[in-house]
């Protein structure tokens, strides 16, 4: 069966260190692999997005990974901040829909 | 500015009693989403309009229905045949083949069985 899978316990990291999320699907053929943020009560924010043709994306603290040989991506947050404690969610995607992993809570302490 | 809209952000419901959740975005985008989230769980795809007029089953249709009779608006009903409905629902629009750009999601509807 088809699988996204986020680890479902909370990543507790301390303020400037980098944090590290991973996504791992199986049975999944995705041409993109989305990154979402979502605070609690609200809807996801949109982050990054990567396709299978590239194995690196950057944007300001973040880089996400994609290797579809181990079909996995990789979100890091580099020199983390209070602010950056949220609930972290991959997507993927390429039929013209959105597949949602369950997210990985982030939780960042000073 | 532009964005999208749910309403109402809370909504109770009582068994057997149908209801309908509110969706409208001005960000000229064709297609539209609704998704449903569980504690826990990934969101779930329940129906989704690429097109006025045209919509798709997602993977929990089941209890549910949908309308696209204008580009800004897709609400949904959830049905007395929905036998679990309590659930945060978002939803979400896009681009045409907008899995390839992101989604904009609205704030969410949280529903209750009373």
């Known amino acids: 069966s088809q699988k996204i899978e986020q680890n479902s316990e909370a990543l507790n990291i301390q303020e400037g260190k980098t944090a590290t999320l991973t996504c791992n699907y199986t049975?999944?053929?995705?041409?993109?692999l989305q990154w979402y943020r979502q605070d609690p009560g609200r809807g996801p924010v949109f982050l990054l997005l990567?396709?299978?043709?590239?194995k690196e994306k950057r944007k300001e603290r973040l880089k996400v990974t994609f290797d579809t040989t181990l079909k996995q991506s990789l979100f890091h947050i580099t020199a983390s901040q209070p602010a950056d404690s949220a609930t972290y969610l991959c997507?993927?995607?390429?039929?013209?829909?959105?597949?949602f992993g369950a997210g990985t809570q982030v939780v960042v302490t000073p | 500015d532009g964005g999208i809209t749910q309403s109402p952000k809370y909504l109770f419901r009582k068994e057997g009693q149908n209801v309908t959740l509110s969706c409208e975005q001005n960000?000229?985008?064709?297609?539209m989403y609704w998704y449903r989230q569980d504690p826990g769980q990934g969101l779930r795809l329940i129906y989704y309009?690429?097109?006025?007029?045209?919509?798709q089953k997602g993977d929990i249709a089941e209890g549910y229905s949908v309308s696209r009779e204008k580009k800004e608006s897709f609400p949904l009903t959830v049905t007395s045949a929905q036998k679990n409905p309590t659930a945060f629902y978002l939803c979400?629009?896009?681009?045409?083949?907008?899995?390839?750009?992101?989604?904009?999601f609205g704030s969410g509807t949280r529903l209750t069985v009373v």
């Open positions: 997507a993927l995607g390429g039929w013209g829909k959105l597949q």
């Open positions: 990567i396709r299978e043709n590239e």
């Open positions: 960000l000229n985008h064709d297609a």
């Open positions: 979400a629009s896009s681009i045409l083949g907008g899995d390839d750009y992101g989604y904009t």
């Open positions: 049975n999944y053929s995705p041409a993109y």
């Open positions: 309009s690429q097109i006025v007029n045209d919509f």
